[in-house]
């Protein structure tokens, strides 16, 4: 793999100086790699940008190889990735979990307020109609509940399996749609095609008033707070850098960026730009 | 709209990195089908076996095809290598029909008549053949560039930057211009490719033109031109997913 | 000189295409293999530059075995014409004329230069010698084909139907163009043709082939029309159709002669404009070729 | 490469073979998803390019909006037209179909324009209606080609068919983004051995069917003593004359 | 009988293929039209069933103008044979002859019966009849064609260089089949070619075209012959090039015809085997047809 003469492997690169941020192929993951990467260079560093590197299952590969020096993760969602027996629990208690499980050489930064997590949502009609409030309610619903998401959600632990062994929910059957909680899902909602789906809480999606995801008191769903995830070449003052911007990084934050990038269709850079200086980070 | 305008270095850039990808793709798979094709024109009994194996590779789903392939090559997973040879790899199960009927294409006498005169095999097949064949393999290889072309959007599902960054971007942030950008883009960078190789085969193959002008009916050239489309269009089985 | 010495030729396939053929081809004269489609002709034409090898027995080229030399190189030095002349479609006319040459190592400058003094010898325009070949008319090509045949100046020309394409009134001028050149170059030509009239024209060696490769009659023109071998070869001239058996018939305008299928064959006129025909002759006399 | 044993495992593990997951319905919805697209596809190249190839027009625009459709990418096209029609099998059936199109309406066209135009005149000349030598003389003898334009449709539908399951619980690609998303190397594996044991299922079956249709007088036996048309060509007409007369000139 | 009356074909790319063309085909002969190629031979023929529409002037036949007829009917009221046989090659023998018939409504059993006995009529073997016409050697094909162009009996038979495609030797044996069927039938025969010995050998009235399709000259083969209407015709009958002119020779055997280029075309003999040529004659002679 180290021959690849077109790869990535900017790690074989001779400045060592340089620091590799990368990003998922996510435009809110993308947003975040983009405010790690001007923050960092505002302080001297020089940063190779590796954007929009596919899913975790393409990636991940290349952190743990230490390809890749900072990368943009979520809490919750990693640790299910590194340890599949992982429980959920606080924030905090996931995050240091997180901490532990990861291969060595790499390290969590702290974790910024900012999550992006599952849920599960409904239509506000549909809430309003049975009066749901948190999963719990889903009890009051008297029709058939159509289940929508990405094929994995079937057999994740917080899945249609879940509802019905905790809370007695039997859902009527699972409608796959790959777009991990986009548009599409969205749309299948409003459509009636399916009536409950897993979408992330900083979607912008939200911002429209028309869904409401439901409470989760018992976390039932790993929250996914926003943690850099850096490599060894990361070192005490860059750390610094990326606590500090973390420390800005609140939950409204996160939604707020996004409804930039969708609504006003700002390319991921402006946004952080803008963001950074704002918060006086730059 | 706006955001077309706003983004037009983005949409370059995307066009940039998607010709670096499917270009080597097309080439390569012109390249490597060339032999093999040669092969199975040229002993009968091989036809049908490379015929067959070679277009099991059509079969194959991109999705798994392009996670399958660096555990195999041995690549990093998320190198543009993956993807040029994914690429190749269904260019090549093209391409080799192609070149096997494009040799079969060449007229019999000629081919006689050129070895009858005294040209070796291999001279034979490099002055003769080839460029004989020209005009099917010309055909073929407008199917492999505008398949390539479109294929190499599936990249952006593994990580590989290319115009289907742009739908897939897009869709995430609901922006329907950068869908419909980014496969506007793809669709004219494949017919940018598709005129240039008609360019090309204008500028390599003269004979080719100055047929049409020829008031002469002559059965040969006749035939074999005619032979030529219908067969090339039939050999449109490229492999857009 | 070309003998052929017991060939025959026996394909994969179990056809016997040439049956214990021998027979010598004097040089400086033209020997013309005729016979109905299927009887061998081109086997054997093509056997004298190896393009088909015998299955058994020999030919010899002024005594040597062509079984021993090389194949590549036996042919750059013979000239080859055939039925569509097989020029290379993605060619100049020029570039067709100079492929052999060429191919022998000659300079493509020099190679070109007496291309398009061939173009002369063989009656062509050189204003013609930039086109295609598709560019020319079927007689023009065959033309080409010549001239590709002269190029390498051999002893030896083969002629497999050259002019079985083209034109009856293209056919003739061809023919008596052929006529001239040989009368000029003196090679040994070895033509194919389906068509006796053909044959009789243009033969010094008229060779009759039945189906199955196997020879029917072989002389001078004369020879064969006035005693034919048999039933086969009377038919084959069209001596016992009555085809050449012309008769004198009145005919309003005047005497015309009228052949035994009633086909109008010409009128008898007094004088010889030609010479002797026999044996030798053909060559020797152009006739008026327009 | 254990990766591939773990993928027969999965292929011969029995709860694979039972409910809403099972390979056997997987296999006949993939199937019967293949066979509407091709059928949808057919109805509208089919006419379209049995029209094209008998009157001989509109084929350029054919062949150039032929290449320009094959260049749309399917997963964008997929994309697109289930944001606007919403999820389900209609968006996959609209995108694959526009990716079966090209393919079909070429073999179908191809396959009229590459019959001997001299049988198309005879048949005319003897009194056929425009009507009867499209049913008697064109479409037998365009079957072939057509067939093989369906026969490379049906190929890559098979493995487009996969996106199906992008928006809906339906074929083969449901083991395929399943495996993808949760890195079971050995379900995506084995769905694509599934997917490709499909496709060549079906090339087997095309080929039966093109051997079977093509016409037997077209492949029959060689001609017996006389070689019409490989050895006698149509003579190269030309203006003999005028040539003659060049020739003159030239001397 | 057939009537052109001042026809002209303007083809859309501008080319004049026939340029006011008047003539009248008697019935129960045989007309043909000869000329070099593209002197629009082919759109004469095809302008008579419709396959053409002529841009000015009309065409009647038995006194009707058949532009006011329907083309589809018109066709299958008239016997149409081409070069290539154009045979479908998915059909065989016997249901390529049945073609028409069925097309007018006969039943398929009758319409084979038919054409079995048609097969007969054009001297084919009927174990042919359940062959491909791929099948079969190129001269049966020709024979097949002749065999559906008679299916529906038809009044007139148009013949497009149907023999243009053979070997020589099977071509004379379609001919003097020809000029058999035509004994027996007396249909109005249109027959075209390029070859003036075949126009000369079947047409009771011949016509000779030039490139544009001008007329150069109408007549019977023998007032042709003896009186060339110009250079254009006498170059085309071969008459100048000295073809027709014969003289006797002496040569080894005994005296033979030899025409003005030196190609021996025959043996003077006495009698007269056959009757007189002139205007009507040639298809009233058969000779031997084999
Ligand atoms: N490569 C081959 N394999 C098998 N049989 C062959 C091959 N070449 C020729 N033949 C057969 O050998 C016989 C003689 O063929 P050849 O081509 O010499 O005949 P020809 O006299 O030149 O006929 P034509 O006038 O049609 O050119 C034929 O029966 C032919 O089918
Ligand atoms: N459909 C057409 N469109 C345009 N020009 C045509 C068409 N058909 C024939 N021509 C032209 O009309 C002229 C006469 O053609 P036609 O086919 O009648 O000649 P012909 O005497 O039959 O020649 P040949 O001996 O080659 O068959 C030619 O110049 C030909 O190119
Ligand atoms: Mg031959
Ligand atoms: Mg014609």
């Known amino acids: 793999a180290s021959g690849d003469p077109l790869g990535s492997g900017s790690s074989s690169s001779a400045e060592s100086s340089t620091l590799v941020v990368g990003s998922q192929d996510y435009y809110s993951n993308e947003i975040i790699a983009e405010i790690y990467a001007q923050a960092l260079e505002a302080d001297g560093f020089t940063v190779d940008r590796q954007f929009r590197i596919g899913q975790r299952e393409v990636y991940l590969p290349d952190i743990t190889s230490g390809k890749i020096d900072v990368f943009p993760e979520y809490t919750g969602d990693l640790l299910q990735v590194l340890d599949d027996t992982a429980t959920s629990g606080t924030p905090d208690a996931v995050y240091s979990a997180l901490t532990k499980a990861l291969p060595s050489g790499l390290q969590a930064l702290d974790r910024a307020d900012a999550s992006d997590q599952n849920t599960w949502t409904v239509t506000k009609a549909f809430a309003d109609k049975y009066n749901l409030t948190d999963i719990a309610s889903l009890k009051n619903v008297t029709e058939p509940i159509t289940v929508g998401g990405n094929s994995e959600l079937e057999t994740r632990p917080y899945g249609p399996t879940a509802l019905s062994d905790k809370y007695g929910i039997v859902t009527a059957g699972f409608k796959p749609v790959e777009d991990g909680g986009g548009p599409l899902t969205v749309k299948a909602l409003e459509d009636g095609d399916i009536q409950l789906a897993n979408i992330y809480t900083a979607s912008p999606a939200f911002d429209s008033g028309n869904l409401v995801a439901l409470e989760d008191p018992d976390g039932l769903f790993f929250p996914s707070n926003v943690v850099p995830i850096v490599s060894a070449k990361v070192d005490d003052k860059a750390a610094a850098v990326l606590n500090k911007v973390n420390a800005a990084l609140t939950a409204d934050t996160l939604v707020a960026l996004n409804a930039q990038s969708v609504n006003d269709q700002l390319a991921a850079d402006k946004i952080a730009t803008e963001w950074l200086k704002k918060e006086n980070l730059i | 709209m706006t955001w077309i305008w706003a ?206 002008a020829t008031t002469v009916t002559d059965n040969a050239a006749g035939s074999v031109s005619t032979a030529a489309t219908p067969a090339s269009e039939n050999r449109s089985r490229e492999i857009a997913r | 000189m070309i003998e052929f010495h017991s060939v025959t030729k026996r394909f994969p396939d179990g056809t016997v295409a040439v049956d214990d053929f021998s027979l010598v081809l004097p040089s400086h004269k033209t020997t013309v293999f005729v016979g109905t489609s299927g009887s061998g002709k081109t086997t054997l034409l093509r056997m004298i530059n190896r393009m088909v090898d015998p299955t058994s027995g020999s030919i010899d080229i002024d005594g040597a075995d062509i079984g021993t030399l090389d194949p590549v190189k036996l042919r750059r030095s013979i000239g080859y014409v055939m039925q569509n002349s097989g020029l290379l479609p993605h060619r100049k006319v020029v570039d067709n004329v100079a492929t052999v040459p060429m191919l022998r190592g000659m300079s493509r400058k020099k190679a070109r230069d007496e291309a398009l003094q061939l173009l002369d010898t063989v009656g062509l325009d050189r204003s013609l010698a930039e086109r295609y070949p598709s560019q020319l008319s079927g007689g023009q090509q065959q033309r080409v084909g010549v001239a590709r045949g002269l190029a390498v100046n051999p002893n030896i020309l083969l002629m497999d139907e050259p002019f079985g394409a083209v034109d009856p009134i293209v056919r003739a001028e061809l023919q008596q163009e052929l006529l001239r050149l040989q009368h000029e170059l003196g090679k040994t030509v070895v033509f194919v043709t389906h068509d006796i009239d053909e044959a009789f024209l243009l ?42 058996s012309l008769h004198l018939e009145n005919h309003g305008a005047g005497d015309v002669l009228v052949d035994g299928d009633g086909r109008l064959a010409g009128v008898l006129v007094p004088g010889s404009k030609a010479g002797p025909l026999a044996g030798s002759g053909a060559s020797a006399q152009g006739g008026d070729p327009r | ?72 990418p399917t997963l964008g096209l997929l994309t697109l037209v289930a944001l606007s029609i919403g999820i389900g099998l209609n968006a996959p059936y609209i995108a694959l179909t526009v990716l079966a199109v090209p393919p079909i309406l070429a073999g179908a066209y191809t396959g009229f324009e590459a019959i001997d135009r001299r049988t198309i005149d005879a048949a005319r000349a003897v009194g056929m209606s425009e009507v009867q030598i499209v049913r008697q003389v064109e479409v037998p003898l365009g079957l072939p080609l057509l067939i093989g334009g369906l026969r490379s449709a049906a190929l890559q539908v098979v493995a487009t068919a996969t996106l199906a399951a992008y928006v809906a619980d339906f074929g083969l690609g449901r083991y395929l983004f399943a495996g993808l998303k949760t890195r079971d190397y050995a379900e995506m594996l084995g769905g694509s051995i599934l997917v490709i044991l499909m496709a060549l299922a079906l090339e087997g079956l095309f080929a039966l069917t093109q051997r079977f249709v093509v016409p037997r007088g077209v492949l029959a036996g060689r001609p017996t003593d006389i070689r019409t048309r490989s050895s006698r060509p149509r003579p190269v007409m030309e203006s003999a004359i005028e040539e003659g007369q060049k020739n003159v000139h030239s001397k």
């Not at chain 2, 006689?112 to 002055?127: L, N």
């Not at chain 2, 290319?162 to 609901?174: A, C, E, V, Y």
């Open chain 3, 203 to 244: 033969g010094d060696q008229v060779v009759i082939l039945r189906t199955g490769g196997k020879v029917a009659q072989v002389g001078s023109p004369g020879e064969i029309l006035a005693n034919p071998a048999d039933d086969f070869v009377s038919t084959f001239v069209g001596a016992e159709r009555g085809k050449r």
């Open chain 4, 1 to 72: 490469m254990n990766f591939f044993a773990e993928a027969l495992q999965w292929l011969v593990d029995p709860a694979n073979y039972v409910g809403l997951n099972a390979i056997p319905l997987r296999l006949a919805q993939h199937l019967g998803f293949t066979v509407v697209t091709l059928v949808i596809a057919s109805a509208i190249a089919i006419p379209l390019g049995f029209l094209i190839g008998h009157t001989g027009r509109g084929r350029s625009v054919a062949v150039a909006s032929a290449g320009a459709f094959r260049a749309i």
């Open chain 2, 7 to 212: 983004n037009l270095d983005l949409i370059w850039d995307r066009t940039l990195d998607h010709v670096v990808l499917s270009v080597p793709a097309i080439v390569l798979s012109f390249i490597i089908a060339l032999p093999i094709g040669w092969l199975a024109h040229r002993y009968r009994a091989s036809r049908g076996v490379i015929l067959t194996v070679v277009g099991l590779l059509y079969a194959i789903p991109s999705l798994p095809l392009f996670i399958i392939l660096p555990i195999i090559v041995g690549t990093s997973t998320r190198s543009p290598l993956n993807l040029v040879i994914a690429l190749t790899l269904y260019g090549v199960a093209l391409m080799v029909r192609v070149v096997a009927d494009g040799l079969a294409s060449v007229d019999l006498d000629v081919r006689q008549s050129a070895s009858a005169v005294g040209f070796s095999t291999w001279t034979e097949f490099w002055q003769v053949e080839l460029p004989l064949s020209g005009p099917v393999l010309l055909a073929g290889l407008r199917v492999v560039a505008v398949s390539t072309v479109s294929l190499a959007t599936v990249g952006a599902v593994i990580g590989v930057q290319s115009l289907g960054s742009l739908f897939t971007d897009g869709f995430q942030r609901g922006i329907q211009a950068e869908i419909i950008a980014g496969i506007v883009a793809t669709v004219v960078l494949a017919l940018v490719f598709d005129a240039l190789l008609v360019y090309a085969g204008r500028l390599l193959m003269p004979w080719t033109r100055s047929r049409a």
